[in-house]
Structures are given as C-alpha cells and as structure tokens.
C-alpha cells in the first residue's frame, strides 16, 4: 500500500542516489502524531532506516510548514550542542515529489507521544526525562546566531507583538466558528506585553511529543518539528513547554496528558531546573504561558480546518475537537486570571 502523499517509486530513485548506501525496495510508512508537516519513516531491504518531511496535503496557509526553511535550521545546528537528527538531502524536483521532501538520518530513541508510552517507564526515568527537557531547551537559546549564519531567519522586532498579530491572523483565516474569549485572551495580552531583554533562536514548539529521548539515560537524543522556530523571547519556549505539560490536578483537556502520571517533574520544577541551566530571569513566564495556551487553541484550530477540508491530514489518533479546543481556551483564561492578567 502507497503511502499518502509520497510517489513512492520516483522518492526511492532519489533516495538511492544520495550515496547513503540505501538498498531498494524502499518502504514507507507515515509515522508520528504531527498534524502539520508529514513525517514518514523509510525502510530499506538491509533494515537501514531514514525519515522524509513533507508539507501538508491541500491547500496551506501562506508560508505555513515551510520543510525548505526547516532544512536551513537543522543544517544550520549540525555541531551544535543543540540535539538535532542529521540532515541527508532536499528535493523541490517536480519528477519527484509534488511538495519539498527532506530526508534525514533516523535516531534510535524513545518519543513519548502518550499516555500508553509513558506508563512503561519507571518513575525515576520519567523524573530524568522531565528534567532533560528544560536543560536541552537552554542548548536552543544558547545558539550563536552569527556563527550558525541564523541571525536573519527572522525578524528581531519584540516577538510577543511579532506572535501575537501572527497569531490573531491565523486564528482570522483558520478558524471555523467564534469564540470570543481567543479574541479576548489577544487584547489582554496585548495589554500585558513584558519587556523583551533579548533575541534568541526559539524552537516555538517544544514539547514531549518533540523530542527523542534515551530513558536509560535521562538524555534528549533530537529535537524534531522545527517548522515554527524563529528569532525571539527564549521564556516564549518554556512557557510553551509549561502549556503542554498537564499537571496530575489540572482539568487536562487533550492528548498531551503523560505528564500526569507519577514521576515526571511540576511545572515550577521544569523552571527551576531551566534557571538552573541558564541563569536567566524568568519572572514573566507565567505571560508566557498563557500566550503559548492561546497559541495553541489556533494552531489546534487550524488543524481542525485542514482535516475539514482534506480529511487525508487526519493522524492516526484522529484529531482536534471543538470540546479539546474549547478545554484549552478555558485553560488560557484560567491561568491569566491566576496570574491576574486583564
């Protein structure tokens, strides 16, 4: 059976002269739970493994799941500190693939994409895991963007504004009814914006589901999904980090709920364990964390619209719901009226 989205005979051609030592037939299957960019694991007949990058089937959002640009980030962070899969090859050739593909080596390793996944390790490899996260995250915002030629992958103007305008028109296109309080949520935010001290390379989705780790070792062995990463707030990825991460007595709305399982680190430990790494103030990242909860409802809505509208984009969990996104709405206005945001 052809994988979605792949011609299969014209990608095996091309894997076969890249010099990787890939034996055909090539096998392809899509892996992952990304409802974005398309991820497919790559088989050859000697049990060599590989995996491909597509964009999304149908039709994007200008400049969403750009796979070209995230070929420059993962090249750019080859010998780094920074744990990345290495980059193989690109294609753009229309005689092969009707989307950019980019092929990189597979990293043998555990991603903990649920709950199932979770329960099978010990509760003192998901405390070391919990921990890895924060400490591979300050290898992000320690980045030289000079010296890894990325101090023009975006602009450097103070990001909340940068994202939260980005985000409101997402919301404008994407959206597939009103909700007032992601309307709402924008203005408090804009209202409440802290002062930005300094520019570093974000990820802008780093999470658990993002990462390959050894349990063993309690070690991030890759960062992966590096479509939304840009120049800006480093405390805008820990508090994305804060917003995927359901504690045991939150009303967790959606898939992200490993973390509630005995064993893996608080919210406030995650920080602490970052200011430990980095030495950074962290005093505005409860901001953060809301703006990163609002963020995710709109991306959670632009899902939903693409699998509305190309039910082929659906995972295999399925997808987004109106009850999920509206869980995560509320979580956002909770945590800022916590924080006394208004």
Not at 4 to 31: D, Q, Y
Not at 130 to 152: F, M, R, S
């Given at each position: ?33 990304g409802?974005?960019n ?17 964009p999304?089937l ?9 796979v ?38 597979y ?120 479509e ?32 509630t ?17 980095t ?44 009850t ?19």
């Open positions: 059976m052809n994988a979605v989205g792949l011609n299969e005979e014209a990608v095996s051609g091309w894997i076969a002269e890249l010099g990787v030592g890939a034996t055909t037939p090539l096998t392809f299957e899509r892996i992952g739970n409802q974005s398309l991820t497919y694991s790559v088989t050859d007949a000697g049990g060599g493994r590989w995996v491909l990058r597509r999304p149908g039709t994007l959002l200008a400049s969403a799941h750009d070209v640009r995230e070929h420059r980030i993962l090249s750019s962070l080859q010998g780094t500190p920074v744990p990345v899969p290495k980059i193989i090859g690109i294609t753009e050739d229309p005689a092969i693939t009707d989307a950019p593909l980019v092929l990189m080596s990293v043998d390793g555990l991603v903990i994409d649920g709950v199932s996944v979770a329960q099978k390790l010990t509760v003192e490899e998901r405390r070391k895991v919990g921990l890895a996260l924060p400490k591979a995250l300050a290898t992000i915002h320690a980045v030289d963007l000079e010296e890894t030629a990325l101090q023009d992958l975006a602009s450097t103007k103070p990001f909340a504004q940068r994202q939260l305008k980005r985000w409101s028109a997402q919301w404008d296109k994407s959206k597939t009814r009103d909700i007032p309080d992601v309307e709402r949520l924008a203005e408090i935010l804009n209202r409440n914006i802290p002062e930005q001290t300094e520019v570093t390379l974000v990820h802008g989705d780093f999470h658990l589901n993002n990462v390959i780790v050894d349990p063993a070792e309690g070690r991030v062995l890759a960062v992966v999904d590096w939304l990463c840009t120049l800006g707030d480093p405390l805008a990825d820990l508090g994305a980090l804060l917003a995927y991460w359901p504690e045991a007595g939150d009303k967790v709305a959606g898939p992200f709920m490993a973390s399982l005995e064993g893996f680190p608080n919210r406030d430990e995650l920080v602490e364990a970052y200011v430990a790494a030495g950074r103030d962290v005093s505005a990242v409860g901001y953060w964390h809301v703006l990163a909860l609002w963020k995710l409802s709109i991306i959670a809505e632009g899902v939903l619209r693409r699998i509305l509208d190309d039910p082929r984009n659906k995972a295999e969990h399925g997808g987004p719901t109106v999920l996104i509206d869980g995560i709405v509320a979580r956002a206005v909770a945590t800022a009226e916590k924080l006394g945001l208004n």
